[in-house]
């Protein structure tokens, strides 16, 4: 937990992770003793097919209702698709048959929902899920950015800006988030998460600040993103501010205070004249700005620190 400079307070959470109740090597106790130690405050238990309930926080950390479903098991060509629901009043298991092989993504959306949950698309690029699979759903509450575990040395596709980039130039945007997916088989935990802006924390509050998309997905940076109209009325000019804080609790390599070196914009346009900026000197970026077009579709702003670790904004349409 944070309190940024205009006094908003940011809760820490992983929305996806895994237990021994299904295919992670860590007990639930063990695993919610971890993220306590490195300074959670919200963690969701997303075992394959197995509900897990929310509890209010204890000791610090709340648990929110999880659960990660999926569709058409290995079979690229109908579309793999892993959703994670948080935040459900009842499982929506009850509604759907896992067994059937024509299960759909659509119907497990609607049944998170139908059970007041949010469904969050898990590691698209990890399922090869194309931009034209995902545009054939709808409903999605967030979108995986970044997923630890589906990094080496386990899997090879951990980053999914390159979907999300395709579904913004087509006008989809949905809130980026990082989540570590950890299952605890060689050191994916803890390194991929999000903040959410909330006044306290309950499951209410954070569950609203997930809807409402008050939401940062980082390995460590932090930053904001704000829009204004631009002077000629048809651009819009994004800002970006990171926020670098001085004695951050997160030790090591994920220390929020280290400078941020590299800012790139992402943008529908194939070439850019203001793609991306760096500083190497140890000064940082603080501020920046990007004249959006309405020719570049979106513009969706990364930032890396000094670290070599990510912050992710969701992309802004043009
Ligand atoms: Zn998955
Ligand atoms: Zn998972």
Same mark, same amino acid.
């Given at each position: 937990?944070?309190?940024?400079?205009?006094?908003?307070?940011?809760?820490?959470?992983?929305?996806?992770?895994?237990?021994?109740?299904?295919? +992670?090597?860590?007990?639930?106790?063990?695993?919610?003793?971890?993220?306590?130690?490195?300074?959670?405050?919200?963690?969701?238990?997303?075992?394959?097919?197995? $509900? &897990?309930?929310?509890?209010?926080?204890?000791?610090?950390?709340?648990?929110?209702?999880?659960?990660?479903?999926?569709?058409? #098991?290995?079979?690229?060509?109908?579309?793999?698709?892993?959703?994670?629901?948080?935040?459900?009043?009842?499982?929506?298991?009850?509604?759907?048959? *896992?067994?059937?092989?024509?299960? +759909?993504?659509?119907?497990?959306?609607?049944?998170?929902?139908?059970? #007041?949950?949010?469904?969050?698309?898990?590691?698209?690029?990890?399922?090869?899920?194309?931009?034209?699979?995902?545009?054939?759903?709808?409903?999605?509450?967030?979108?995986?950015?970044?997923?630890?575990?589906?990094?080496?040395?386990?899997?090879?596709?951990?980053? &999914?800006?390159?979907?999300?980039?395709?579904?913004?130039? *087509?006008?989809?945007?949905? $809130?980026?988030?990082?989540?570590?997916?950890?299952?605890?088989?060689?050191?994916?935990?803890?390194?991929?998460?999000?903040?959410?802006?909330?006044?306290?924390?309950?499951?209410?509050?954070?569950?609203?600040?997930?809807?409402?998309?008050?939401?940062?997905?980082?390995?460590?940076?932090?930053?904001?993103?704000?829009?204004? $109209?631009?002077?000629?009325?048809?651009?819009?000019?994004?800002?970006? &501010?990171?926020?670098?804080?001085?004695?951050?609790?997160?030790?090591?390599?994920?220390?929020?205070?280290?400078?941020?070196?590299?800012?790139?914009?992402?943008? #529908?346009?194939?070439?850019?004249?203001?793609?991306?900026?760096?500083?190497?000197? +140890?000064? +940082?970026?603080?501020?920046?700005?990007?004249?959006?077009?309405?020719?570049?579709?979106?513009?969706?702003?990364?930032?890396?620190?000094?670290? #070599?670790?990510?912050?992710?904004?969701? $992309?802004?349409?043009?």
């Amino acid at each position: 937990m944070f309190t940024d400079k205009n006094g908003k307070t940011w809760y820490k959470g992983n929305l996806h992770t895994h237990t021994t109740v299904s295919d +992670g090597k860590k007990t639930p106790e063990e695993v919610i003793a971890l993220y306590r130690e490195h300074g959670y405050d919200f963690l969701a238990l997303t075992d394959h097919w197995i $509900p &897990s309930e929310g509890k209010t926080a204890d000791n610090g950390l709340l648990l929110l209702p999880g659960c990660e479903y999926n569709v058409h #098991g290995a079979d690229i060509l109908r579309g793999v698709f892993h959703i994670v629901a948080i935040g459900e009043k009842n499982s929506a298991t009850a509604l759907l048959d *896992r067994k059937d092989p024509d299960l +759909g993504a659509h119907e497990v959306i609607d049944a998170v929902h139908a059970c #007041g949950g949010i469904a969050i698309l898990a590691h698209p690029a990890w399922s090869l899920d194309t931009c034209e699979q995902i545009l054939a759903l709808h409903g999605f509450d967030g979108v995986e950015i970044y997923n630890s575990v589906s990094g080496l040395p386990h899997n090879c596709r951990p980053y &999914s800006g390159e979907v999300i980039d395709q579904l913004a130039a *087509r006008g989809v945007v949905y $809130p980026c988030m990082a989540a570590d997916d950890s299952h605890f088989y060689d050191g994916e935990d803890c390194l991929s998460y999000i903040y959410v802006q909330a006044d306290e924390l309950t499951e209410e509050a954070i569950m609203e600040a997930l809807r409402a998309g008050r939401i940062m997905a980082t390995q460590a940076p932090r930053f904001t993103v704000t829009v204004s $109209p631009a002077d000629n009325g048809t651009d819009k000019t994004v800002h970006l &501010s990171c926020d670098i804080v001085a004695g951050d609790t997160v030790a090591g390599d994920n220390r929020a205070d280290a400078p941020v070196e590299t800012v790139i914009f992402y943008t #529908g346009s194939v070439w850019h004249p203001a793609r991306s900026l760096t500083a190497k000197d +140890g000064s +940082g970026i603080t501020e920046a700005e990007f004249n959006l077009r309405p020719q570049d579709r979106f513009v969706r702003i990364e930032i890396v620190d000094k670290n #070599g670790k990510h912050g992710y904004a969701t $992309p802004i349409l043009s």
